[in-house]
């Protein structure tokens, strides 16, 4: 089956401890994108990838970081959590940037305390 | 900058009633415009695509470039329509790249 697929889907830890949330996709697809989600804001998009190797900002880069070292995989790092990162997370990705839908990952609820 | 809004927070039809999800946008080219539904504790899922202008589920959605706008319709709400809904738009970043940038969005509530 298609899909993208995060881990975890809940997560609860403390301010400053470092964490990460695996992405992961199976349709060979070149585009991943992270996006949180929060009350009244919508989706605002943390960083992009075009292709391995191949990283960029979105609207709300900062406190996180990615990486692209394989295709099918693009995990997101918090080095250092603080509440203000609590949030809903969606990894998403894409055949062909720009010109086809998104197929979303379930999402991961974080909560920094 | 590409934006994208969706003034209403949220809207609620009865049964059997037309909807209409309004989206308006900013962008100096041509933009891909797309539209996606979260269903209660569920992923995003997209609904449709302007480039294609098909209809998915009875909705339907047509491009207006004279007053930037891309609606989205439904001549006959269903109960099971009530969902969040997101208006978005891939733009060019100008560096060869493209961005999807999401409305804030609209619950559709429909009332039996």
């Known amino acids: 089956e298609a899909q993208v697929t995060q881990n975890p889907r809940y997560l609860i830890t403390v301010t400053g401890k470092k964490l990460t949330v695996t992405c992961s996709q199976n349709m060979n697809h070149e585009y991943m994108s992270w996006y949180r989600q929060d009350p009244g804001l919508g989706l605002r998009q943390i960083y992009y990838s075009m292709n391995v190797e191949v990283t960029d900002k979105g609207d709300v880069p900062e406190g996180y970081k990615v990486s692209r070292k394989e295709k099918r995989n693009f995990p997101l790092i918090l080095e250092s959590p603080s509440p203000n990162q609590t949030s809903l997370y969606f990894c998403?990705?894409?055949?062909?940037?720009?010109?086809?839908?998104?197929?979303f990952g379930s999402g991961t609820r974080l909560t920094v305390v | 900058a590409q934006r994208v809004t969706q003034p209403e927070k949220l809207l609620s039809v009865f049964k059997g009633a037309p909807v209409e999800l309004k989206c308006n946008y900013s962008?100096?080219?041509?933009?891909?415009l797309f539209w996606y539904v979260q269903y209660s504790r569920q992923r995003l899922q997209l609904l449709l695509r302007?480039?294609s202008r098909e209809s998915i589920k009875g909705f339907t959605a047509d491009l207006n470039k004279g007053e930037t706008s891309f609606h989205l319709k439904k001549p006959f709400a269903q109960e099971e329509d009530s969902a969040m809904y997101y208006c978005?738009?891939?733009?060019?970043?100008?560096?060869?790249?493209?961005?999807?940038?999401f409305g804030k969005g609209t619950k559709l509530s429909v009332i039996p």
């Open positions: 998403a990705s894409s055949l062909r940037q720009g010109l086809d839908g998104y197929t």
């Open positions: 962008y100096s080219g041509s933009p891909e």
């Open positions: 978005a738009l891939s733009g060019n970043t100008g560096a060869g790249s493209y961005q999807l940038t």
């Open positions: 302007h480039i």
